[in-house]
């Protein structure tokens, strides 16, 4: 069973960018589309971006002009830039294949806060 393991997050002020990484333990070609989920306090997971084997793209509104995903089926790794970062963006941020989500990571905190 394929396990990911999200990194990249950290505190940022309002306005800076991040890049988030989320290695797999095994090959992603196959999977599927994958997708970056975050969870703030007190809130469900919500799918945030999405993208297929071929790296067509779908974002949440929310994140919408300031977050692209891209992944790399060769090092097996899903990214996530983001920029712009707002307060609202604050969560735990995981990966996770779309269509049937594996078994979730640790996740990677972000925080924006000034």
């Known amino acids: 069973q394929v396990q990911f393991v999200e990194s990249g997050g950290g505190l940022v002020q309002p306005g800076e960018s991040l890049r988030l990484s989320c290695e797999a333990s095994g090959s992603i070609l196959s999977i599927g589309a994958m997708g970056w989920y975050r969870q703030a306090p007190g809130k469900q997971r919500e799918l945030v971006a999405r993208?297929?084997?071929?790296?067509?793209?779908n974002y949440a509104d929310s994140v919408k002009g300031r977050f692209t995903i891209s992944r790399d089926n060769v090092k097996n790794t899903v990214y996530l830039q983001m920029k712009s970062l707002k307060p609202e963006d604050t969560a735990i941020y995981y990966c996770n294949v779309v269509v049937t989500p594996r078994a979730w990571g640790q996740g990677t905190q972000v925080t924006v806060s000034s």
């Open positions: 993208v297929s084997i071929g790296g067509n793209t």
